[in-house]
């Protein structure tokens, strides 16, 4: 969110500088938002305009056509709610004129926050045409999400972040991935459980089997700590020990106890300690930068 709110011009970096589309965004501010659409968590929609009123209003501010409101609702796919009541539209629907606003004035960037949040199936499937068509006609975009698995098929790179820092990088399109271990199944008595891996702790290993530490407990799965490590990488998790695969998204501190002797402080209530060998220690340095 912090990095968000930097490249939209709501804060400065603590250090270094941060261009969009040539400018400097907090000061710059107008520069950037002639060029930059921004779609924020939250619809910013006028709930007392219709959906086409919504549009048009828009494009009074930017000095545009009308005929550009019509175009971008067949673009979006609500032409057939162009006078529908904005309460009476699902959240789907809402989150098709959320886009519909931010690419109505052709802009040259696209800075979109959890695109895909509250959206139906179809809806989704309106989402990811928009953005294809939107990068094929050269646009740059770059999309802020808890949730890449939309993204495997349509985006050049995923990286994954922690407290700001760059922990992994995919590119899909060139390795040729299709998915990402977004769920990851554990046991509880007699049903299986579907766990997202922000949710995992971290994952623990006994007799040749991986167990998921989430905080409802800590469950079985089918996998070895080695597949386990081979599905989560790209989510962000750190072999710390032979033993113990770590979320660096809950890590809080890297305690040093001694010259060979670390631990990791987790964020959880018991404020768990995960071993960190000394080869995993030196890793963990350089992947961090600290």
């Given at each position: 969110?912090?990095?968000?709110?930097?490249?939209?011009?709501?804060?400065?970096?603590?250090?270094?500088?941060?261009?969009?589309?040539?400018?400097?965004?907090?000061?710059?501010?107008?520069?950037?938002?002639?060029?930059?659409?921004?779609?924020?968590?939250?619809?910013?929609?006028?709930?007392?305009?219709?959906?086409?009123?919504?549009?048009?209003?828009?494009?009074?501010?930017?000095?545009?056509?009308?005929?550009?409101?019509?175009?971008?609702?067949?673009?979006?796919?609500?032409?057939?709610?162009?006078?529908?009541?904005?309460?009476?539209?699902?959240?789907?629907?809402?989150?098709?004129?959320?886009?519909?606003?931010?690419?109505?004035?052709?802009?040259?960037?696209?800075?979109?926050?959890?695109?895909?949040?509250?959206?139906?199936?179809?809806?989704?499937?309106?989402?990811?045409?928009?953005?294809?068509?939107?990068?094929?006609?050269?646009?740059?975009?770059?999309?802020?999400?808890?949730?890449?698995?939309?993204?495997?098929?349509?985006?050049?790179?995923?990286?994954?972040?922690?407290?700001?820092?760059?922990?992994?990088?995919?590119?899909?399109?060139?390795?040729?991935?299709?998915?990402?271990?977004?769920?990851?199944?554990?046991?509880?008595?007699?049903?299986?459980?579907?766990?997202?891996?922000?949710?995992?702790?971290?994952?623990?290993?006994?007799?040749?089997?991986?167990?998921?530490?989430?905080?409802?407990?800590?469950?079985?799965?089918?996998?070895?700590?080695?597949?386990?490590?081979?599905?989560?990488a790209p989510s962000g998790f750190f072999?710390?020990?032979?033993?113990?695969?770590?979320?660096?998204?809950?890590?809080?501190?890297?305690?040093?106890?001694?010259?060979?002797?670390?631990?990791?402080?987790?964020?959880?209530?018991?404020?768990?300690?995960?071993?960190l060998s000394k080869a995993a220690a030196?890793?963990?340095?350089?992947?961090?930068?600290?």
């Amino acid at each position: 969110v912090q990095i968000f709110n930097i490249l939209i011009g709501n804060s400065q970096p603590t250090m270094g500088t941060v261009k969009v589309a040539g400018h400097d965004p907090y000061r710059e501010k107008l520069q950037v938002e002639d060029k930059v659409g921004v779609l924020f968590e939250d619809d910013a929609v006028y709930r007392s305009l219709s959906p086409l009123a919504n549009l048009e209003f828009s494009c009074r501010l930017y000095g545009l056509p009308k005929t550009r409101a019509s175009h971008i609702l067949s673009v979006i796919g609500l032409a057939d709610q162009a006078n529908t009541k904005i309460s009476d539209l699902g959240s789907g629907l809402m989150r098709r004129l959320a886009i519909g606003r931010t690419i109505l004035f052709n802009p040259e960037v696209l800075l979109l926050f959890e695109p895909f949040d509250r959206c139906d199936t179809t809806t989704i499937s309106v989402m990811r045409k928009i953005i294809d068509q939107q990068a094929d006609d050269g646009k740059a975009l770059l999309i802020f999400t808890t949730d890449p698995s939309q993204l495997l098929s349509i985006a050049d790179t995923v990286y994954t972040l922690n407290q700001g820092r760059i922990v992994a990088a995919q590119h899909p399109k060139d390795e040729g991935q299709t998915s990402i271990a977004l769920k990851v199944p554990a046991r509880m008595d007699d049903k299986v459980v579907l766990y997202n891996p922000a949710d995992i702790l971290y994952a623990d290993a006994s007799e040749g089997r991986a167990f998921l530490v989430t905080s409802e407990g800590r469950l079985p799965t089918q996998f070895t700590l080695t597949e386990l490590a081979d599905r989560l990488a790209p989510s962000g998790f750190f072999r710390a020990h032979r033993s113990y695969l770590v979320n660096l998204q809950h890590v809080r501190e890297v305690i040093p106890y001694t010259r060979n002797s670390h631990s990791l402080r987790l964020d959880d209530d018991a404020h768990t300690e995960i071993p960190l060998s000394k080869a995993a220690a030196g890793e963990l340095k350089e992947i961090l930068g600290y």
